[in-house]
């Protein structure tokens, strides 16, 4: 195989990121840039200002850092960065990307409080409100939509509780912005951290924080990183007009410019919700329908982005072998995270779209037809 026969996409990703991209935002990375050309760090201007008009119609209260690396990398540059040495977060945790953010706290000397559930679980807003007593807590985070499971996190109504008690608000968004209308001004948000290569579509290489930007001025010095520094990262592009302070990953930031052209053409975060709702739909009422047990309760918000299903009790199911089966039919599904739980979930965003939810319904129904002689049944 030559490296040209590999650029055709061999199957669909069905994984929230990196997910299934458009052939076009992968042509835009064909060229090379001078990372302080002005053409270049007006590419990075352009993005950070449609960044800050896709997150809220008060724009002006609002400003964004884009940060070399996955997801993870802003949320801890997040955290590094803006709480005060004397400060303490609450961090409440209903899945695996909430546990993250408790272990990078705590690794940071941050002081913690931890609101544990279940991951299948939404928070509690009494607890919420108890926890909030505390008056040591300066800051609180939440993650938006836990990819863990796929629920939704009533970040609304937490939010409120938190303004209330006067606290600075910071929510991860990694897995939902871009895929689901929101306003961050008035969901009072702080802090909201995503990354390229989740629902604007782009590939993998940055993250970015959209920030209020009284509250980030503040940040000055606070960092317990020296490259994983919001303010000062912030701070640069500022100052240099789009420049980012260490290597940047150009052609990825190229190819995000093109994924958010796209959003656009597709007719912003509505169309995207619309596109992403329905192909969820399709999945979750075909796998329903084929015997699938979902996981999560029906009282529970479940997000449009990904779902997650327990495995058949057919005493011959073997995800390794489903996987693989799928794969070969041009599909790459999840494998579970829920602790207790055998499951395995399947993400619809990126390029994909309704005929390809109901493609991977038929290879997963010959599936089973083929291997599970007593059907897929949970029981
Ligand atoms: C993807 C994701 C992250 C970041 O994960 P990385 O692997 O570091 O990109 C963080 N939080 C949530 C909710 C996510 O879905």
């Known amino acids: 195989m030559t490296l040209f026969d590999d650029l055709e996409n061999k199957y669909l990703l069905l994984t929230p990121g990196p997910l299934s991209t458009s052939a076009t935002v992968r042509r835009a990375m064909q060229r090379d840039w001078c990372t302080w050309d002005h053409e270049y760090n007006s590419l990075v201007q352009q993005i950070r200002h449609q960044l800050v008009n896709l997150a809220t119609r008060q724009a002006e209260l609002y400003t964004t850092v884009l940060m070399q690396g996955s997801g993870s990398f802003s949320v801890e540059a997040v955290l590094g960065s803006v709480i005060p040495e004397q400060g303490k977060i609450l961090i409440i945790n209903n899945g695996a ?19 544990a559930y279940p991951e299948t679980q939404i928070p509690d807003l ?26 939704l996190n009533p970040i609304q109504q937490i939010g409120q509780l938190v303004k209330a008690a006067g606290k600075v608000w910071i929510v991860d968004g990694m897995s939902s912005f871009g895929g689901i209308p929101m306003d961050i001004a008035e969901l009072d948000i702080d802090f909201l951290i995503s990354s390229a290569n989740k629902c604007i579509q782009g590939v993998p290489g940055f993250a970015f924080v959209v920030a209020r930007r009284k509250l980030l001025q503040q940040c000055k010095g606070r960092a317990r990183s020296v490259s994983l520094d919001l303010y000062d990262q912030w701070n640069t592009m500022e100052q240099y007009d789009g420049k980012w302070r260490f290597t940047s990953p150009t052609h990825v930031v190229r190819a ?14 509505d169309a995207r919700h619309q596109r992403y709702s329905q192909n969820q739909q399709i999945l979750a009422q075909g796998m329903q329908k084929l015997g699938f047990e979902l996981v999560l309760d029906s009282q529970v918000p479940q997000s449009p982005f990904i779902t997650t299903f327990l495995y058949p009790s057919a005493a011959e199911f073997n995800f390794q072998e489903f996987y693989e089966a799928l794969k070969q039919s041009g599909f790459v599904i999840y494998p579970g995270k829920v602790t207790d739980l055998s499951c395995f979930r399947i993400g619809n965003i990126g390029e994909v779209y309704s005929k390809d939810m109901e493609a991977l319904l038929t290879a997963i129904s010959s599936y089973c037809r083929k291997h599970l002689q007593q059907g897929v049944s949970t029981e």
Do not use: W
């Not at 990307?97 to 609101?115: F, H, N, P, S, T």
């Not at 505390?134 to 990819?147: A, F, G, L």
């Open 97 to 115: 990307y909430g546990a993250r953010m408790v272990q990078m706290a705590r690794c940071l000397k941050i002081d913690v409080l931890e609101l």
């Open 126 to 151: 009494n607890d919420i409100e108890k926890a909030l007593q505390d008056p040591k807590i300066t800051h609180v985070s939440c993650v938006h939509c836990e990819t863990t499971t796929g629920l």
């Open 256 to 269: 995000f410019y093109q994924a958010l052209l796209e959003l656009e053409q597709e007719g912003g975060v």
